[in-house]
Nanobody, 126 residues
Framework: QVQLVESGGGVVQTGDSLRLSCAASALTFSYFNMGWFRQAPGKEREFVAAITWHGRDTSYADSVKGRFTISRDNAKNTVYLQMNSLEPEDTATYYC???????????????????WGQGTQVTVSS
């Protein structure tokens, strides 16, 4: 059974950093493009960042560009989201997702992601 397990969330203050991890199991990790999405209370889920299966291409939401960095380690079946200069507006549950690479590179399209994790909470206090 495919599992994506996020970790690294927590409660931090404005300007702090966090590093989220998403460990994948029971899938061939290098076949998948990986994405991070987030959902704040009362809001729709939104795209945050994504990375291709080989790691050479990335995409970011405008709201996090320059502050967040996505990376992956295919040997560890893990994708990361380094979040710097956190703001209260970044408060949300963060989800990682996996999309088969042969479906093409549409990082912001949540419908192409086959698998989703359960999420990890990030709270940024002002």
């Amino acid at each position: 059974q495919v599992q994506l397990v996020e970790s690294g969330g927590g409660v931090v203050q404005t300007g702090d950093s966090l590093r989220l991890s998403c460990a994948a199991s029971a899938l061939t990790f290098s076949y998948f493009n990986m994405g991070w999405f987030r959902q704040a209370p009362g809001k729709e889920r939104e795209f945050v960042a994504a990375i291709t299966w080989h790691g050479r291409d990335t995409s970011y939401a405008d709201s996090v560009k320059g502050r967040f960095t996505i990376s992956r380690d295919n040997a560890k079946n893990t994708v990361y989201l380094q979040m710097n200069s956190l703001e209260p507006e970044d408060t949300a549950t963060y989800y990682c997702a996996a999309a088969l690479s042969y479906r093409g590179w549409e990082p912001r399209n949540s419908k192409i992601y086959e698998y989703w994790g359960q999420g990890t909470q990030v709270t940024v206090s002002s």
